[in-house]
Antibody, heavy 118, light 112 residues
Framework: QLVESGGGLVQPGRSLKLSCVAS????????MNWIRQAPGKGLEWVAY????????YYAETVKGRFTISRDNAKNTLYLQMTSLRSEDTALYYC?????????????WGQGTLVTVSS | DVVMTQTPVSLSVSLGGQVSISCRSS???????????LSWYLQKPGQSPQLLIY???NRFSGISDRFSGSGSGTDFTLKISRVEPDDLGVYYC?????????FGAGTKLELK
């Protein structure tokens, strides 16, 4: 199970930190992703972090503003978002692949809504 | 970035019917390791997306054999046979071959 939290209403230019608590599997064995969905729009992959945090990738739209991290001892994935823009308004999902691969998203959380508005 | 183009944007189907959704990528999705990482997802109204198909044609755990995926290189298809009410929603293709991972814009499946 993946449970996101930390979303809310935030003004443009401000920061917000999302969390995703994992349970029911060995969190430290899996790469993790953040994927977002703007209201009424499609899916956009945001960031990936490998199981041991050695590999991290970002979408160009968030590179330099968002930071993905994890705490394997706490079974928690994070997304630190800074310099937020209106176009960052979306439902943010955390998601992981299967044991055999990180090339697809087999398990998703229910999402946490981030609204960037003055 | 790899651009994923899905057609059609929407589809109307009768219960029990069959539909096909096309997904084309702007580059070959064959990975250096020889695998092709094309996946299909269904997002039912008000729910998170769920994985249907991975690596072009492999059904994920618990997915009905009414769903089948095919294709290669840059051209892929999802077929749904004997459509049921629970199949309605938005279908997305996605590529996991190279970062940034990308998705198609979605195909909305509705009842006729």
């Amino acid at each position: 199970q993946l449970v996101e939290s930390g979303g809310g209403l935030v003004q443009p230019g401000r920061s917000l930190k999302l969390s995703c608590v994992a349970s029911g599997f060995t969190f430290s064995n899996y790469g993790m992703n953040w994927i977002r969905q703007a209201p009424g729009k499609g899916l956009e992959w945001v960031a990936y972090i490998s199981s041991g945090s050695s590999y991290i990738y970002y979408a160009e739209t968030v590179k330099g503003r968002f930071t993905i991290s994890r705490d394997n001892a706490k079974n928690t994935l994070y997304l630190q978002m800074t310099s937020l823009r209106s176009e960052d308004t979306a439902l943010y999902y955390c998601a992981r692949g299967t044991y055999s691969s990180y090339h697809w998203f087999a398990y998703w959380g229910q999402g946490t809504l981030v609204t960037v508005s003055s | 970035d790899v651009v994923m183009t899905q057609t059609p944007v929407s589809l109307s189907v009768s219960l029990g019917g069959q539909v096909s959704i096309s997904c084309r990528s702007s580059q070959s999705l064959v990975h250096n390791n020889g695998n092709t990482y094309l996946s299909w997802y269904l997002q039912k109204p008000g729910q998170s997306p769920q994985l249907l198909i991975y690596k072009v044609s492999n059904r994920f755990s618990g997915i009905s054999d009414r769903f089948s995926g095919s294709g290669s290189g840059t051209d892929f298809t999802l077929k749904i046979s004997r459509v049921e009410p629970d199949d309605l929603g938005v279908y997305y293709c996605g590529q996991g071959t190279q970062y940034p991972y990308t998705f198609g814009a979605g195909t909305k499946l509705e009842l006729k």
